[in-house]
């Protein structure tokens, strides 16, 4: 095994060597593109070995393993929200400030952003099963009609909103036809909502850093 001499003059293996490269380039994940092969990781580093590619594939792909999944539902309806009004590239109908999501509502959503909020939950959820249908999605965002004394029952959603809210997502390509029927995620679609998930991650992971540092500078005041 080859040894090489540090700058205290104790001997490193090359494994070791190897493991210190690694825990450097860890913190860099966030900055390298997304690679998802050795080919990719390759040319990013085009002076750097076979080997050395190898080893870099796994921390440059490091986002790639995170996707909507990962984060919290509500967290990540309200991130994606926030991005498609940013955005400004789905198309908001008229009546938006006035149309009930369903029969059985008695008053318009409070909310005046409700309709990126509502295009946010269907790409969250048909991100996560294989494809989706107009009626599928009536009843996932249905609920309880009011019937008096009667027990309640349930009652499907707008077919009109759920439809609007599909097309303005399809027209931006995050959804797209699927030839068995319904809508599927799309893929350029998957990689904005990852994108989306791992800034959530991100923000999260820095909120708690910077919380613990708090924590310990009142620790070190007392």
Known sequence: MAISASSDGSAISVKHQTLLTQLRLQHLASTIPVTRSCD?????????????????????????????????????IDAYAQHLKRSGKIEVPVWVDIVKTGHFKEQAPYNPDWFYVRAAALARHIY??????????????????????????????????????????????????????????????????????????????EEEESESEEEDEEEDDE
């Open 40 to 76: 990719d990781a390759a040319g990013l580093f085009p002076h750097a070995s076979v080997s050395l590619a190898r080893m870099l594939t796994p921390i440059t792909s490091l986002c790639s393993n995170y996707s909507v999944r990962d984060v919290d539902a509500a967290t990540f």
């Open 128 to 205: 996560l099963r294989k494809a989706v249908g107009i009626g599928h999605l009536r009843k996932f965002h249905g609920g309880a009609s009011n019937r008096g004394f009667r027990p309640s029952h349930h009652a499907d959603a707008s077919g009109s909103v759920q439809r609007k809210v599909v097309q303005g997502l399809e027209g931006i390509g995050v959804l797209e036809k699927d030839p068995k029927g319904g809508r599927r995620i799309s893929q350029d679609g998957m990689r904005d909502l990852d994108r989306i998930a791992v800034a959530c991650l991100e923000a999260a992971r």
